[in-house]
C-alpha cells in the first residue's frame, strides 16, 4: 500500500486497463476519482442526450435521363421525367438533358406520386 504522505494523481486510464491496481490506492483517492468520473460520465450522458442523432447517409449520385429510365423500367419513362423536371430532385442542364438524383427519385418513388 502506497503511504498517505505520497500524493499522487491517479491515472483513470491505467486503473481501467489494470483494475488490480486500484487495490494499492487509498480509499479517499479512490473516492476523490470516483466522484470525478461519475462526473464526467454525467456530462458525457448530458451531450448524448442533447446532441441529435447524425442524419443517415444516403449514397447519391446523378442520372441521366437514360440511367433512371433503365433503373426504373416501367415506373418512369423519358416524357414523364421531363414534364417533371420541376420537381426538387430533377435539374435541367439544356433543352434535352437533365440531371436526376437517385436517392431523390427513389424517396419521391417510395411515398407515392403527387403529379
Same mark, same amino acid.
Given at each position: 500500500?502506497?503511504?498517505?504522505?505520497?500524493?499522487?494523481?491517479?491515472?483513470? !486510464?491505467?486503473? *481501467?486497463?489494470?483494475?488490480?491496481?486500484?487495490? !494499492?490506492?487509498?480509499? !479517499? =483517492?479512490?473516492?476523490? =476519482?470516483?466522484?470525478?468520473?461519475?462526473? *464526467?460520465?454525467?456530462?458525457?450522458?448530458?451531450?448524448?442526450? #442533447?446532441?441529435? =442523432?447524425?442524419?443517415?447517409?444516403? =449514397?447519391?449520385?446523378?442520372?441521366?435521363? +437514360?440511367?433512371?429510365? &433503365?433503373?426504373?423500367?416501367?415506373?418512369? !419513362?423519358?416524357?414523364?421525367?421531363? &414534364?417533371?423536371? #420541376?420537381?426538387?430532385?430533377?435539374?435541367?442542364?439544356?433543352?434535352?438533358?437533365?440531371?436526376? +438524383?437517385?436517392?431523390?427519385? @427513389? @424517396?419521391?418513388?417510395?411515398?407515392?406520386?403527387?403529379?
Amino acid at each position: 500500500m502506497i503511504p498517505f504522505d505520497v500524493m499522487r494523481l491517479i491515472d483513470l !486510464n491505467v486503473l *481501467c486497463a489494470r483494475p488490480e491496481m486500484a487495490a !494499492n490506492v487509498p480509499r !479517499n =483517492e479512490l473516492r476523490g =476519482e470516483r466522484a470525478r468520473a461519475a462526473a *464526467c460520465l454525467a456530462a458525457i450522458d448530458s451531450v448524448i442526450a #442533447s446532441a441529435p =442523432e447524425p442524419a443517415e447517409v444516403v =449514397e447519391d449520385r446523378l442520372l441521366t435521363v +437514360s440511367q433512371a429510365v &433503365e433503373i426504373f423500367p416501367g415506373v418512369v !419513362n423519358r416524357r414523364w421525367l421531363f &414534364e417533371h423536371d #420541376s420537381l426538387p430532385f430533377i435539374r435541367r442542364l439544356s433543352r434535352k438533358r437533365l440531371a436526376i +438524383s437517385e436517392a431523390g427519385l @427513389r @424517396r419521391y418513388l417510395a411515398v407515392g406520386r403527387k403529379h
